[in-house]
């Protein structure tokens, strides 16, 4: 993309200036202009018309179309109307006060219709319809889904078709689109154990989420540094696990996440990655790790002792109680990075795996872990989500795991191996975010394809989304959001919008909007390169 460059010779400068005083000094004809809308993620079919409808702040609103099976009781729709007005409208009145608007108005009413079951007062899943139509003209515009959740993404859509012309009227082309995403899963990992993310953090990541279409938040909730969520069967995780008392997710913390997300439309994952990443759970909970021997200091301790009967006890508790606290039907049980050395260290599990005959062979006793974990799972009649690990090391996986493709290296050939199997794949190898590099890297994340791999139809077909990864290392409240967005909006539109959309300088010049849209509704997202945000915010 050439974006640098040396100017226009003197005679062209000037023919350029002569031109730009006659459009000023012209009538301006009702058509749209580079203020025009900018949509992301691209919709599937997007029809729009040169003709434009203004709004006025003080004669549009939604409604419900007495046909929808979602009516005013639908708490839901109710603060989804008010939210999108505000986004729509509240920044200007917010900054121009009771400034003027221009009074002619076109376009007075958005009409919402629900056709089937609403799904209003339900947690969406994997299987959830986020399917809508909508067709702006005036005075009545009309968005039609199935459910709730589509409404909700048509309702962002619309928002992102308003602009303000020239002369600050709000404006909308008259348009017809039909939506729907590619793939069901697409979520943003956030990792709350390297760094607490204080709630309001992670709520203003749900917002920023649901601007991108995003629809799973992947709560990587705890790991070895420390342990923030606060279990009420065994407190002392938290107690003694987490970073300071004051560092913890309490149960209302969790359920507000959860309802946040519900009412955007996304789903709530949580992770308690097992047996490795664990060293925070060791201070809470007396003898679950492995006392390594050998060359290690005393009191050195590595990953879950797998051969205790407490052992299994306590997770089958504890992930009793994740289970009803998560309403989501799966659960991310980990399983990445399991280090042997101190299982091989230590002779009573020596002795263990030479009654159990597995010889030399670590991975059988962390296939012996996996699958007693599995089992508790399945008992709590949730599903679960494993990293790629769990797989290459020949665990027996239950029908419908989700495998998590996360290693760079040759992952394309791994989601050939994993389809073949039958196993459902997730794809975030190419999404880790907290990789940073001086430049635009959203271009490399934006021109992934997820199905870019060897195997039948029916093999891609069990790839069922992908995530964008922010590991905590190095990340913070302080650098969350720029260092998430806009970059994670090149995957959100990779995993909405189809194949074929992958022009770089149209996603280029949308996604510069797009950012400045995310700026104006209080994202500190970063900008892309060199220019500014059209909205008089001083950034």
Known sequence: ??????????????????????????????????????????????????????????????????????????????????????????????????????????????????????????????????????????????????????????????????????????????????????????????????????VKSILKTLDAMAFNKFNVLHWHIVDDQSFPFQSITFPELSNK??????????????????????????????????????????????????????????????????????????????????????????????????????????????YFMKQKGFKGDFKKLESFYIQKLLDIISTTKKRSIVWQEVFDDKVKLQQGTIVQVWKKELYALEQNVVTAAGFPVILSAPWYLDWISYGQDWIKYYTVEPLDFGGSQEQKQLVIGGEACLWGEYVDATNLSPRLWPRASAVGERLWSQKEIKNIDDAYKRLTIHRCRMVRRGIAAEPLFTGYCDHGVKI
């Open 1 to 198: 993309m050439a974006l640098r460059g040396r100017g226009p010779p003197r005679l062209s400068r000037l023919l350029a200036a002569l031109a730009a005083l006659a459009a000023l000094v012209a009538p301006s004809p009702r058509v749209s202009a580079a203020r025009g809308p900018a949509l992301w993620p691209l919709p599937l079919s997007v029809q729009m018309s040169p003709r434009l409808l203004r709004l006025s702040p003080d004669n549009f609103y939604f409604a419900h179309d007495p046909s929808s099976t979602a009516g005013p009781s639908c708490a839901l729709l109710q603060e989804a109307f008010r939210r999108y007005y505000n986004y729509i409208f509240g920044f200007y009145k917010w900054h121009h006060g009771s400034a003027k608007f221009h009074t002619e108005t076109d376009l007075q009413q958005l009409l919402v219709s629900v056709v089937l079951d609403s799904e209003c007062d339900t947690f969406p899943n994997i299987s959830s319809d986020e399917s809508y139509t909508l067709l702006v003209k005036g005075p009545v515009s009309f968005l039609k889904a199935n459910r709730v959740w589509g409404v909700l993404r048509g309702l962002e859509t619309f928002s992102q078709l308003i602009y303000q012309d020239p002369y600050g009227a709000f404006t909308i082309n008259e348009s017809t689109i039909s939506d729907s995403p590619r793939f069901p899963h697409r979520g943003i990992l956030i990792d709350t154990a390297r760094h607490y993310l204080p």
């Open 241 to 350: 696990g987490s970073y300071s008392l004051s560092h913890v997710y309490t149960p209302n913390d969790v359920r507000m996440v959860i309802e946040y997300a519900r009412l955007r439309g996304i789903r709530v994952i949580p992770e308690f990655d097992t047996p490795g990443h664990t060293q925070s759970w060791g201070k809470g909970q007396k003898d679950l790790l492995t006392p390594c021997y050998n060359k290690e200091p005393p009191g050195t301790f590595g990953p879950i002792n797998p051969i205790l009967n407490t052992t299994y006890s306590f997770l089958s508790k504890l992930f009793k109680e994740i289970s009803m606290v998560f309403p989501d039907q799966f659960i991310h049980l980990g399983g990445d990075e399991v280090e042997f050395y101190c299982w091989e260290s230590n002779p009573d599990i020596q």
